[in-house]
């Protein structure tokens, strides 16, 4: 789409600038995206009475990182706006603002209750999916008063706030064993219950995964968990939202969300811990969160987090039909039109918006760079861990790999998606492999 040059602009013709940042003192940079200073002004360029008339070609901006974040919908919003002038009142105080900021903040809860099929007495609100992890793992650990009980038992797969928290408790003298996945990305039962023993205090596996989207087979892996008398914790940050989702079916203890995989602001989640399990506060002061964790509630963030879980059960359905097949639109397109490409992960077992491709012959970063300069936003596996654009740890711990690991690419989807922008996408990508994959052998012939 093309404008006029803006009046007094410069006709100087600017191309496409890659921006990076210092790392460290080693003085390595990072790369951190195309420079929002400057627009694609270039090449059009006519003559008439000496007078140089320069045409603007508007930047195709194109998501593809859902699973990074989601845009906040309006009507979440114009929901905080309104909470922020009109519901500031501290929902402990017993006066009518109080009481006004409380009811607002029930009804948030109860609509997060709704979206897994749970008690809203049972969910605890808490900044995010980090902190609902991490109040999950410690919270047991700390309520755990069986000597003989101090093990956890989890995957390779899992998220940093699983991974990183379990290791902080294994530094405190827990027994932490992380079990394999294998290629499929999928945990089996068979390989779960050679695991568990009677130390075994509680096994944590994610729901969905964040990078291959595979999705685990919780109610089994939670039935095995409870016959050697361990709690079972899901983090399912990466499926609340996307597919239906019930505590009561999946059998678990404890469920971790995060209110910005699903449209509602960041800074926003729960914890939904089933009736009877005992856990130990991380945050002590006030009996905010039924003493489970203390600090007065962020009201306004929370009712937007109520607003876009009620969203998000209304159109769970039909946009996980449609947006499963945006995906594949996206993932045929590519298979067929760029040779040396592969799904990583089980292809039937997974949540509808996320593949993830492996591209033989480049590196994942330089292709991400290249899409990020076509105004594609994608992405080489977690956003809690990708910026130093380290191989992804879930392909690693899938077995596959090192250079594997190395090559592939996340893209996930989401409700703004538009056919036009997967067309687009599969139409710019062949170019781009082809390009890097010529400037990979040029560089090795070249040493």
């Not at 600017?14 to 990072?30: D, F, K, L, V």
């Not at 019930?246 to 404890?254: E, P, Q």
């Not at 097949?325 to 292809?347: C, K, M, P, Q, Y």
């Amino acid at each position: 789409m093309f404008s006029t040059l803006p009046k007094g602009a410069s006709t100087a013709i600017h191309e496409p600038r890659t921006i990076y940042r210092p790392t460290g003192e080693s003085g390595a940079t990072q790369y951190i995206g195309r420079s929002t200073k400057l627009s694609t002004l270039f090449c059009s360029k006519h003559r008439t009475n000496r007078a140089a008339v320069l045409r603007w070609i508007e930047i195709v901006r194109i998501y593809l990182d859902y699973n990074a974040t989601t845009p906040v919908a309006r009507d979440v919003a114009d929901a905080i706006s309104r909470a922020l002038v009109d519901t500031f009142g501290n929902p402990s105080s017993v006066h009518a603002f109080g009481q006004g900021a409380k009811a607002a903040l029930d009804e948030a809860r109860t609509e997060v209750a709704r979206l897994v099929d749970a008690d809203p007495s049972a969910v605890v609100f808490t900044s995010g999916g980090t902190e609902a992890d991490n109040l999950a793992l410690r919270g047991v650990a700390a309520a755990t008063r069986d000597p003989g009980r101090r093990r956890i038992v989890t995957t390779g797969i899992e998220h940093e706030a699983v991974l990183t928290t379990a290791r902080a408790l294994e530094r405190e003298g827990w027994t932490v064993e992380v079990v394999a996945v294998g290629e499929s990305g999928v945990l089996s039962p068979a390989a779960l219950e050679p695991r568990l023993t009677r130390e075994t205090a509680l096994v944590s596996v994610m729901h969905a995964n964040n990078e291959v989207g595979t999705i685990q087979p919780i109610a089994e892996l939670a039935a095995l968990a409870h016959a050697h008398g361990a709690l079972f914790h899901t983090d399912a940050v990466q499926s609340v939202g996307k597919v239906p989702v019930s505590v009561s079916a999946l059998g678990v203890d404890l469920l971790s969300l995060s209110g910005h995989k699903f449209g509602g602001p960041k800074g926003t989640g729960a914890l939904w811990i089933r009736r009877g399990v005992r856990l130990g506060a991380q945050a002590t002061g006030g009996r905010q969160e039924r003493n489970r964790r203390a600090g007065t509630e962020n009201v306004p963030s929370l009712v937007g987090l109520g607003v876009a879980a009620r969203l998000a059960r209304a159109k769970l359905d039909t946009a996980s039909v449609s947006i499963g097949r945006l995906r594949d639109r996206l993932e045929a397109g590519i298979l067929s039109g760029v040779a040396g490409t592969v799904v990583n992960g089980d292809r039937d077992r997974r949540v509808p918006n996320t593949t993830n491709i492996g591209f033989e012959g480049l590196e994942a970063e330089s292709l991400l760079i290249a899409l990020d300069l076509e105004g594609v936003a994608v992405s080489t596996g977690s956003a809690c861990s990708s910026g130093s654009l380290e191989p992804s740890h879930v392909l690693r711990a899938m077995g596959l790999p090192s250079q594997r690991a190395r090559n592939s690419l996340r893209f996930s989807l989401g409700a703004e998606t538009t056919a036009e922008e997967i067309d687009f996408v599969v139409g710019v990508l062949p170019a781009l492999v082809a390009k890097l994959r010529r400037l990979g052998h040029t560089a090795a012939a070249l040493h």
